[in-house]
């Protein structure tokens, strides 16, 4: 796989990195450059080399939608249901 650095150069990633980064693709529902490139801000928000982004893309926001989606259903009580149990208790 070759990751794009700039115009005139490119990045060879191993056989290993490239397998990782499809997989958290596929786990994320995003592109293996949008993978990459996600792993690549975490890493530099983490060492100190970037700022922390105040705002999120609305791919960004659409990607946390989808995570959260396709999360299990814990309490299959409506929420009206839950809110009397709280107000009740």
Known sequence: ?????????????????EALARMIAAARGVSVEDAVAWAIEEGAHRSGLARPRRRMTGAQMLAVGDEIAALPLL??????EIMQEINDA
């Open 1 to 17: 796989m070759l990751a794009r650095v700039s115009q005139d150069e490119m990045v060879q990633l191993s056989d290993n990195i």
């Open 75 to 80: 309490d299959p009580r409506s929420p009206r």
